[in-house]
């Protein structure tokens, strides 16, 4: 049998503080009404000063780590995908390594915007599909708050922060990854900007006066490609997995706003009922994003062994990623239950 790449844990972290539409009434000139019709938004999550995108992904990491049953010192590979990094160098993951004690990993970052960890997806199935590791650690994490500009009321209202993490390990035994894919449109780098910070407008006062530093959107143009390409991905994906739409039991789409999610999933051809929807807790979380829903998808019971879930994100590049899977992992309260399969790190 092939060796396959299957999700053996899973975690996620949120910072405390909620921020809601109401809070955002009394910051800028918005309603709670316009920010839910256009987005299904209600609320977010905001870091708290002591908190960073390292202490989320951290904290995610180490909850998929127990899930999995797996040591630190088992993993061969740690990637943060995130494009709100602990700092412009060094990697993100190089912090969480260290922090975890994951002594014999290797470290790095992965930055596709939104859909950085379905690109981190793809590139781990295929680092585990060729033997290259075994157990590699995935975190998804961003802290879009520290971006964006809280007086620009078309942005602001969008974003939120967390970190989701998985640990994905080689299997002999069929399930996992069954398909992935990624594109990309970099014509369309300017729709979606952070443009001081890097070599081109390096740190200055100037950058910082134009708030050059802060995100910068065309909601409607990022609106139109993300129908597209979220269905176009999903599609893609299912076709190569050999899935047609009745068989996929969840789908779960980038969590930027509830319109989008629902003109992508018609697109897809999966009903509603089969698409898993928290946007309107938190937001948009960059990288987080599907790693939580993913979580929270588990500890509601909306997938179970056997099921096929699709993924697809999409993001500043403008990029987009896919992934079908199988779904193999036992719900944790029934590894309980078995701890010898919990302590071996089997599924
Ligand atoms: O990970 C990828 C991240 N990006 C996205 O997913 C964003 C994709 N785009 C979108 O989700 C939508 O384009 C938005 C939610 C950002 C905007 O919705 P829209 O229906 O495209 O609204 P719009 O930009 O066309 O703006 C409509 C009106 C404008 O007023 P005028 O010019 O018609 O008078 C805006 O100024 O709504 C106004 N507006 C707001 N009003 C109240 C924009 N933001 C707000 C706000 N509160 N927060």
């Known amino acids: 049998m092939t060796r396959a790449a299957t999700i053996v844990g899973w975690g996620m972290a949120v910072p405390a503080q909620v921020r809601t539409n109401t809070d955002l009434e009394r910051m800028i000139d918005t309603s709670d009404a316009w920010i839910v019709s256009r987005t299904g938004i209600h609320e977010r999550r905001i870091a708290a000063e002591h908190e960073s995108t390292f202490t989320l992904a951290r904290s995610a990491a180490e909850q998929a780590l127990q899930v999995a049953g797996v040591q630190p010192i088992d993993v061969d590979l ?9 700092y412009g ?14 002594a014999r990993a290797g470290a ?35 802290t879009m708050s520290r971006v964006v500009d809280w007086t620009d009321r078309s942005t602001c209202v969008l974003f939120g922060d967390g970190a989701g993490a998985v640990v994905m390990q080689a299997a002999d035994d069929g399930g996992g990854i069954l398909s992935t894919a990624v594109g990309s449109d ?13 070599s081109r407008q390096p740190a200055s006062a100037a950058a910082l006066a134009a708030g050059d530093h802060f995100l910068r959107m065309n909601g409607r143009e990022v609106y139109k490609f993300a129908v597209k390409a979220t269905a176009d991905a999903a599609r893609q ?50 990288a987080g994003s599907i790693p939580i829903a993913l979580c929270e998808a588990l500890h509601e019971g909306r997938v179970q062994p056997g099921d096929r879930v699709v993924l697809v994100g999409f993001g500043a590049g403008l990029a987009w990623a896919a992934a079908a899977l199988t779904w193999t992992a036992a719900p944790v309260d029934r590894r309980a239950e078995r701890p010898q399969a919990a302590a071996a790190g089997a599924r």
């Not at 060094?90 to 260290?98: C, E």
């Open 78 to 86: 740690v990637v943060v995908a995130t494009l709100t990094p602990e």
């Open 89 to 102: 160098f060094p990697a993100t993951a190089s912090l969480v390594q260290d922090a975890i004690g994951a």
């Open 108 to 142: 790095f970052d992965l930055n596709a915007a939104c859909a950085g960890f379905v690109y981190g997806m793809a590139v781990v199935r295929s680092l585990i599909e060729s033997g290259a590791h075994r157990t590699v650690l995935l975190i998804g994490s961003d």
């Open 186 to 198: 970099g014509a369309g780098a300017g729709l979606l900007i952070q443009q001081a910070g890097g």
């Open 237 to 286: 994906v299912m076709r190569t997995a050999g899935l047609a739409p009745d068989e996929v039991d969840l789908f779960i789409p980038h969590q930027a706003n509830l319109r989008i999610i629902r003109s992508a999933a018609r697109g897809a051809g999966i009903p509603m009922a089969r698409v898993f929807v928290n946007a309107d807790r938190y937001g948009n979380t960059s």
